[in-house]
C-alpha cells in the first residue's frame, strides 16, 4: 500500500455498475457530526475522477446533492451513496449521519457495507457516541480503519490522535491500532502552526508530498529516516502479531529481516478480516488542486485492504414461514435476496429504494417478492406482496446513471417500488425470502401532532404513512386513552426533520401539542351509591332505581360487577343494563375524567315499575350511582410507571442515579458491564421521561442508551394529583 500513484483516471473514475463481486468493495463512513465525513467523501471522489473539481461531475455539471452535502453538514440526517471507481475496483461510499438523531441511517449503512472507516477530527478527538459504534462494529466482526481529519488546524496533532485512537478503539490490544503513515510539515507560519504537506509510508519508506496538488513520491534524506525508525518497527510487530504465519515472530525476533511484500500482504489480511486497525491521515485537496492529502493511501488501502462481498457473511435468512434457508454468500446465480436500506421520495421519480444485493442478480422490470418486517407496533403494516421493478440506477448526487442489472454484493437504486419500505427484503417471486432484520434503535420522544387545518386533516394519514414507510426507527401511535396521534422519535432533531418533511414533501402542516400521559382512576376505598332515574313527561316515563357497593381491587384487575340482587328487586333482564351502564361511566371516569380501573362493583338492591322501567333507564341508573359512590371516596389518580434500564459509562452513573432519584425514579439496582460501564434499572413515573431520551444525552455526552417498558399504573402523589384535576376543572 502507498507504492504506486494512480493516472488521472477521467470519466473513468465514476462507477457504474460491477460484473463481478471481487470487483467490489462497500464502505460506510462513520464519524460524529462535523468530523468532516462529508468533505472527505468529496475528496475522494475528487481524486478517483469521478469529479473534476468540488462539486462537479465529470463533464462540467453540476452535482446539485453537493449542495445538500452542505446542507447535511449543518444537519447530518440521512443516508448517501456516492460511488467510485479506483484500479477497476467499485468503491461504493455510504456517507452516514453523524447526528445522534439519526442512527437508523447510521445503522443502515453498517447493514449495506463490508467495511468501515471511522473519521476522527484531529481538533475534537473521539466522542462517547463513536465509541459505541466501533464496539458494534467489533461484536460483529467488521473490518475497520480510521481517518484523522481536520489536520489543518491549528491544534491539531496527528501522533497524539494516534494515542488517542489506540486508547480507544484498541482495548487490550493498543498495537492493534497503529498509523501506516506519519505527516510530513511544512515551514512554520507566522501562528507558530507548521500545515501538513504530506507523508511517510512506514513500510514502504518513501515521502509522499502534496503541497502541489498532485501526489509526489521521493526517497526520504538520511536525516529524516531515524525520526520513523520507531513507529516504523512498531507498525511492523503490530503486523506481525495479527500474521496467520505463526513462524513470523520468531523470525523476526530472531533478527530475520522481513521483506517488504510480505508484510504489505499479511496487514492486507489482517486488515480485511478485522484484526488490525490503521490509522491514516486525510485533507481536502486545496483550491485548483486534483488529489487531497492521504486520498491516494485511503483508496488504497480500501481497494487492497478492504473485503470483497464474498467475505461478508450473508445475514440470516428464512423463508416466509421461517423455515431457514442456506444462501451463499455473493452468489450472483443464487436465488435473488436483496434489502432495502433506504428509501426515499423523488418530486419527479417518486420512491426511490436504495438495495443492497446479497444473492443473485437484480435486473429491472422484473417482478420480485417484497417481504415485511412485521414492525406493526411502529406503525409499519406488514405485507407480502409482488412489485415489478423499476429503472435500476447508480447515483451520483441527485443524478442517476441507468445500469441493466446488479449482481450480488453491489448496491444501486430502484424506482417506483411503491409497497417496499426500509429493511423490507426483495426476493424471486417463485421463492419468497426473508432476511433477518437488522437492530432499529428504539424512539422514546413523544411527539403529539394534529393537523392544522381540515385540508391538512384530510392528507395527513397519508403523510404519516409515507414519513414511517421511509424512517423505521420512528414510530407511529393512534393513542386510543388519549387520542392523539404520536410520532415516536429519537430526538428533537430527528422530530424537526419530521415535521418539516410533513410540510415540504407531502404538503401537509401540523401543529405540535403537548404529549398526554394515558392516567387512571380507581377507589382509594369502600363506597356506596344510589343511582335513581326517575322521569315522567306524558306517556311512558323513566324509571329505574340501583344501589351498589364499589371496593378496590389489585392492579391489573380492570372492572369487576357482581350481582348481587334478592328477590327480584332488579328484574333479570335489566341487570346487565345495570352493568353497561356502569362500565361507560367507568370509562368516562368519575373525577377527573380518566378510565376507571380496578374495582369491583356490587349491584345490592334497586326498584322497578312495570310500564317506565327500561334498558336506557337502567343504564342511565347505574351510571348515576357510580358517579354517587365516587362522589362520598377518595379517588386515586393513577399514572403509568416505566421500567427504565440505563447503560452509561462508569464515569456517569452517578449523575444518572441522582437525576433518576429526581424524577421520583426508584433505583431497583445497578449492573457491571463490559466496556466500563453499568446497566442501572429502575422505575420511573412517565409523566417524568416524557424528555428523557435528550436530557440523558446531554446529561451523559452521548455516551448513555436507555429502554422502557410499561410495568403498571399506581397512585399519583396527592400533591400533583391535585394540580391535575384543577387544571380538568379550568378546561371545563
Same mark, same amino acid.
Given at each position: 500500500?502507498? !507504492?504506486?500513484?494512480?493516472?488521472?483516471?477521467?470519466?473513468?473514475?465514476?462507477?457504474?455498475?460491477? !460484473?463481478?463481486?471481487?470487483?467490489?468493495?462497500?464502505? #460506510?463512513?462513520?464519524?460524529?457530526?462535523?468530523?468532516?465525513?462529508?468533505?472527505?467523501?468529496? /475528496?475522494?471522489?475528487? @481524486?478517483?475522477?469521478? *469529479?473534476?473539481?468540488?462539486?462537479? *461531475?465529470?463533464?462540467?455539471?453540476?452535482?446539485?446533492?453537493?449542495?445538500?452535502?452542505?446542507?447535511?453538514?449543518?444537519?447530518?440526517?440521512?443516508?448517501?451513496?456516492?460511488?467510485?471507481?479506483?484500479?477497476?475496483?467499485?468503491?461504493?461510499? &455510504?456517507?452516514?449521519?453523524?447526528?445522534?438523531?439519526?442512527?437508523?441511517? &447510521?445503522?443502515?449503512?453498517?447493514?449495506?457495507? !463490508?467495511?468501515?472507516?471511522?473519521? #476522527?477530527?484531529?481538533?475534537?478527538?473521539?466522542?462517547?457516541?463513536?465509541?459505541?459504534?466501533?464496539? %458494534?462494529?467489533?461484536?460483529?466482526?467488521?473490518?475497520?480503519?480510521?481517518?484523522?481529519?481536520?489536520? %489543518?488546524?491549528?491544534?491539531?496533532?496527528?501522533?497524539?490522535?494516534?494515542?488517542?485512537?489506540?486508547?480507544?478503539?484498541?482495548?487490550?490490544?493498543?498495537?492493534?491500532?497503529?498509523?501506516?503513515?506519519?505527516?510530513?510539515?511544512?515551514?512554520?507560519?507566522?501562528?507558530?502552526?507548521?500545515?501538513?504537506?504530506?507523508?511517510?509510508?512506514?513500510?514502504?519508506?518513501?515521502?509522499?508530498? =502534496?503541497?502541489?496538488?498532485?501526489?509526489?513520491?521521493?526517497?526520504?534524506?538520511?536525516?529524516?529516516?531515524?525520526?520513523?525508525?520507531?513507529?516504523?518497527?512498531?507498525?511492523?510487530?503490530?503486523?506481525?502479531?495479527?500474521?496467520?504465519?505463526? @513462524?513470523?515472530?520468531?523470525?523476526?525476533?530472531?533478527?530475520?529481516?522481513?521483506?517488504?511484500?510480505?508484510?504489505?500482504?499479511?496487514?492486507?489480511?489482517?486488515?480485511?478480516?478485522? /484484526?488490525?486497525?490503521?490509522?491514516?491521515?486525510?485533507?481536502?485537496?486545496?483550491?485548483?488542486?486534483?488529489?487531497?492529502?492521504?486520498?491516494?493511501?485511503?483508496?488504497?488501502?480500501?481497494?487492497?485492504?478492504?473485503?470483497?462481498?464474498?467475505?461478508?457473511? @450473508?445475514?440470516?435468512?428464512?423463508?416466509?414461514?421461517?423455515?431457514?434457508?442456506?444462501?451463499?454468500?455473493?452468489?450472483?446465480?443464487?436465488?435473488?435476496?436483496?434489502?432495502?436500506?433506504?428509501?426515499?421520495?423523488?418530486?419527479?421519480?417518486?420512491?426511490?429504494?436504495?438495495?443492497?444485493?446479497?444473492?443473485?442478480?437484480?435486473?429491472?422490470?422484473?417482478? *420480485?417478492?417484497?417481504?415485511?418486517?412485521?414492525?406493526?407496533?411502529?406503525?409499519?403494516?406488514?405485507?407480502?406482496?409482488?412489485?415489478?421493478?423499476?429503472?435500476?440506477?447508480?447515483?451520483?448526487?441527485?443524478?442517476?446513471?441507468?445500469?441493466?442489472?446488479?449482481?450480488?454484493?453491489?448496491?444501486?437504486?430502484?424506482?417506483?417500488?411503491?409497497?417496499?419500505?426500509?429493511?423490507?427484503?426483495?426476493?424471486?417471486?417463485?421463492?419468497?425470502?426473508?432476511?433477518?432484520?437488522?437492530?432499529?434503535?428504539?424512539?422514546?420522544?413523544?411527539?403529539?401532532?394534529?393537523?392544522?387545518?381540515?385540508?391538512?386533516?384530510?392528507?395527513?394519514?397519508?403523510?404519516?404513512?409515507?414519513?414511517?414507510?421511509?424512517?423505521?426507527?420512528?414510530?407511529? +401511535?393512534?393513542?386510543?386513552?388519549?387520542?392523539?396521534?404520536?410520532?415516536?422519535?429519537?430526538?428533537?432533531?430527528?422530530?424537526?426533520?419530521?415535521?418539516?418533511?410533513?410540510?415540504?414533501? =407531502?404538503?401537509?402542516?401540523? !401543529?405540535?401539542?403537548?404529549?398526554?400521559?394515558?392516567?387512571?382512576?380507581?377507589?382509594?376505598?369502600?363506597?356506596?351509591?344510589?343511582?335513581?332515574?326517575?322521569?315522567?313527561?306524558?306517556?311512558?316515563?323513566?324509571?329505574?332505581?340501583?344501589?351498589?357497593?364499589?371496593?378496590?381491587?389489585?392492579?391489573?384487575?380492570?372492572?369487576?360487577?357482581?350481582?348481587?340482587?334478592?328477590?327480584?328487586?332488579?328484574?333479570?333482564?335489566?341487570?346487565?343494563?345495570?352493568?353497561?351502564?356502569?362500565?361507560?361511566?367507568?370509562?368516562?371516569?368519575?373525577?377527573?375524567?380518566?378510565?376507571?380501573?380496578?374495582?369491583?362493583?356490587?349491584?345490592?338492591?334497586?326498584?322497578?315499575?312495570?310500564?317506565?322501567?327500561?334498558?336506557?333507564?337502567?343504564?342511565?341508573?347505574?351510571?348515576?350511582?357510580?358517579?354517587?359512590?365516587?362522589?362520598?371516596?377518595?379517588?386515586?389518580?393513577?399514572?403509568?410507571?416505566?421500567?427504565?434500564?440505563?447503560?452509561?459509562?462508569?464515569? =456517569?452513573?452517578?449523575?444518572?442515579?441522582?437525576?433518576?432519584?429526581?424524577?421520583?425514579?426508584?433505583?431497583?439496582?445497578?449492573?457491571?458491564?463490559?466496556?466500563?460501564?453499568?446497566?442501572?434499572?429502575?422505575?420511573?413515573?412517565?409523566?417524568?421521561?416524557?424528555? =428523557?431520551?435528550?436530557?440523558?444525552?446531554?446529561?451523559?455526552?452521548?455516551?448513555?442508551?436507555?429502554?422502557?417498558?410499561?410495568?403498571?399504573?399506581?397512585?399519583?402523589?396527592?400533591?400533583?394529583?391535585?394540580?391535575?384535576?384543577?387544571?380538568?376543572? +379550568?378546561?371545563?
Amino acid at each position: 500500500m502507498g !507504492d504506486k500513484v494512480k493516472e488521472h483516471p477521467g470519466a473513468a473514475g465514476r462507477a457504474t455498475a460491477a !460484473d463481478h463481486p471481487a470487483s467490489v468493495r462497500n464502505v #460506510v463512513l462513520v464519524g460524529h457530526s462535523g468530523s468532516g465525513k462529508t468533505t472527505l467523501v468529496e /475528496a475522494l471522489a475528487l @481524486t478517483a475522477g469521478a *469529479v473534476n473539481r468540488a462539486g462537479r *461531475v465529470e463533464d462540467g455539471g453540476t452535482v446539485s446533492d453537493y449542495d445538500d452535502i452542505e446542507h447535511r453538514q449543518q444537519r447530518s440526517v440521512q443516508l448517501s451513496l456516492v460511488p467510485v471507481d479506483w484500479d477497476g475496483i467499485k468503491i461504493n461510499i &455510504l456517507d452516514t449521519p453523524g447526528y445522534a438523531d439519526f442512527v437508523g441511517e &447510521l445503522r443502515a449503512g453498517l447493514r449495506a457495507a !463490508d467495511a468501515a472507516l471511522f473519521v #476522527v477530527s484531529a481538533s475534537d478527538g473521539v466522542d462517547g457516541s463513536t465509541r459505541m459504534v466501533w464496539e %458494534e462494529c467489533a461484536a460483529v466482526g467488521m473490518p475497520r480503519a480510521i481517518v484523522v481529519t481536520h489536520l %489543518e488546524a491549528a491544534r491539531a496533532d496527528f501522533e497524539e490522535m494516534t494515542r488517542v485512537c489506540a486508547e480507544a478503539f484498541g482495548g487490550d490490544d493498543p498495537d492493534a491500532v497503529l498509523p501506516l503513515y506519519l505527516p510530513l510539515h511544512g515551514p512554520q507560519g507566522p501562528d507558530g502552526h507548521a500545515p501538513v504537506t504530506g507523508l511517510v509510508g512506514l513500510l514502504t519508506q518513501k515521502l509522499f508530498d =502534496y503541497s502541489s496538488g498532485e501526489r509526489k513520491e521521493s526517497e526520504p534524506g538520511p536525516d529524516q529516516l531515524p525520526d520513523i525508525d520507531e513507529a516504523r518497527n512498531r507498525l511492523i510487530e503490530g503486523i506481525i502479531s495479527e500474521s496467520e504465519d505463526e @513462524t513470523l515472530m520468531d523470525r523476526y525476533l530472531g533478527g530475520e529481516r522481513i521483506d517488504l511484500k510480505t508484510l504489505i500482504e499479511d496487514l492486507e489480511r489482517a486488515v480485511a478480516r478485522g /484484526a488490525f486497525f490503521p490509522v491514516l491521515a486525510a485533507a481536502p485537496a486545496a483550491d485548483g488542486a486534483r488529489q487531497g492529502l492521504g486520498t491516494v493511501e485511503l483508496l488504497e488501502l480500501v481497494t487492497r485492504g478492504f473485503p470483497t462481498p464474498f467475505e461478508h457473511p @450473508t445475514p440470516g435468512v428464512t423463508t416466509i414461514d421461517g423455515v431457514p434457508r442456506d444462501i451463499k454468500p455473493c452468489d450472483t446465480g443464487g436465488p435473488l435476496v436483496a434489502e432495502v436500506v433506504k428509501t426515499a421520495s423523488d418530486p419527479y421519480v417518486g420512491r426511490v429504494s436504495l438495495v443492497r444485493v446479497f444473492s443473485g442478480t437484480l435486473r429491472p422490470d422484473e417482478t *420480485v417478492h417484497v417481504s415485511g418486517h412485521g414492525l406493526a407496533d411502529r406503525g409499519h403494516a406488514d405485507h407480502d406482496v409482488d412489485e415489478k421493478i423499476g429503472a435500476l440506477s447508480t447515483p451520483f448526487g441527485k443524478q442517476q446513471r441507468p445500469v441493466t442489472h446488479v449482481i450480488a454484493g453491489d448496491l444501486a437504486c430502484v424506482a417506483k417500488l411503491g409497497r417496499a419500505e426500509t429493511g423490507d427484503t426483495l426476493s424471486g417471486r417463485d421463492d419468497p425470502l426473508l432476511m433477518e432484520p437488522w437492530e432499529m434503535p428504539d424512539p422514546l420522544l413523544p411527539l403529539a401532532i394534529q393537523a392544522h387545518s381540515k385540508a391538512d386533516e384530510d392528507k395527513l394519514s397519508q403523510g404519516l404513512s409515507r414519513l414511517v414507510a421511509e424512517d423505521p426507527t420512528m414510530r407511529l +401511535e393512534q393513542n386510543q386513552n388519549t387520542h392523539q396521534v404520536v410520532l415516536w422519535c429519537l430526538g428533537e432533531a430527528h422530530a424537526d426533520v419530521a415535521l418539516e418533511r410533513l410540510r415540504s414533501r =407531502y404538503g401537509v402542516q401540523v !401543529d405540535v401539542v403537548p404529549h398526554r400521559v394515558s392516567l387512571r382512576e380507581t377507589f382509594a376505598g369502600r363506597s356506596a351509591g344510589r343511582g335513581r332515574h326517575v322521569k315522567q313527561s306524558g306517556g311512558h316515563g323513566q324509571f329505574a332505581i340501583c344501589e351498589i357497593e364499589v371496593e378496590p381491587l389489585p392492579g391489573g384487575s380492570g372492572i369487576e360487577f357482581v350481582d348481587k340482587v334478592v328477590g327480584g328487586a332488579v328484574p333479570r333482564q335489566f341487570i346487565p343494563s345495570v352493568e353497561k351502564g356502569i362500565r361507560a361511566q367507568a370509562a368516562k371516569g368519575v373525577a377527573a375524567g380518566y378510565p376507571l380501573v380496578d374495582v369491583r362493583v356490587t349491584l345490592l338492591d334497586g326498584k322497578a315499575h312495570s310500564v317506565d322501567s327500561s334498558d336506557a333507564a337502567f343504564q342511565t341508573a347505574g351510571a348515576l350511582a357510580l358517579r354517587e359512590a365516587a362522589a362520598d371516596a377518595r379517588i386515586h389518580l393513577l399514572e403509568p410507571v416505566a421500567e427504565v434500564s440505563v447503560l452509561v459509562g462508569d464515569d =456517569y452513573v452517578g449523575a444518572v442515579m441522582s437525576d433518576l432519584s429526581g424524577r421520583r425514579g426508584r433505583v431497583l439496582g445497578t449492573e457491571q458491564t463490559s466496556g466500563g460501564r453499568t446497566l442501572i434499572k429502575a422505575e420511573v413515573p412517565e409523566f417524568e421521561i416524557g424528555r =428523557y431520551a435528550v436530557d440523558l444525552r446531554s446529561l451523559s455526552h452521548g455516551t448513555a442508551r436507555f429502554s422502557r417498558s410499561y410495568a403498571r399504573h399506581e397512585p399519583m402523589p396527592p400533591q400533583i394529583a391535585e394540580k391535575i384535576r384543577e387544571r380538568v376543572k +379550568e378546561a371545563s
